[in-house]
């Protein structure tokens, strides 16, 4: 009998340990995703604690890109878990993979969103609003950082956003965030790309649509208008 129990739990570790693998070489936004109106580091510590919580232990925990951060966990039935905390001006998107080692190992969604909901419980969220249409773009732009976000708070003013500043490094990095009379939110990043230019991530929640088709058309303009000052000023 004893036999029978180590050799079951060698099956249980050895399949663990590659399901693990599998989870932790996943893409970042696979998995159940949900939005938690909180900050990067409260949100990072409750998944700590919605997984303490679940009976995962954790292995490991690292970056996958500059502004997201990942946990890999495991439980004593071979589950694999992991949790991807991506940092936005105003809330944290995060994504929770689960897999078991039973059956074709596909990914548990029942189990990620109840690490969801724990994850809620300790970040002291209310029911779960209806969830809002979100549309998100990205757009590349041949002037300097501060140039484009100049150009990027005028854009969000003329598409009728009261739009204030959130964080700032300089040279860098610039986030603005901004919401309009009928509800709708902007998110606006703007990222200085290495080999030239300003990368911009323009997100836009809630019930205007046209929104997001608005804002880009009114930041084409407001680059167009900024390119024809500085030509004019060469001449």
Known sequence: MRRKMWSAGLFLLAAGCGLQARVRQAPAEEGAERVHPAGFRETFEAAE?????AGFVRREQGWMGPDRRCLLA???LGRAARIVVEDHPTDCRVWILVKSPFGDAA???EAAHALHDGLAR????????????AQERELLAHPGLEACAE??????ASAGFD???VDDIPGELRTMSGLREDGTRVFLALYRRPEGGTRLVAEVRGPAFDALELLECSLESALARDAAAVAASEK
């Open 151 to 156: 150009a990027a708070r005028q854009a969000a």
């Open 74 to 76: 495991g439980s004593a």
């Open 122 to 133: 300790v970040l002291g969220e209310g029911p779960r609003p209806p969830p809002q249409e």
């Open 107 to 109: 990914s548990d969604d």
């Open 49 to 53: 604690r919605a997984l303490d919580a």
């Open 163 to 165: 739009v204030r500043p």
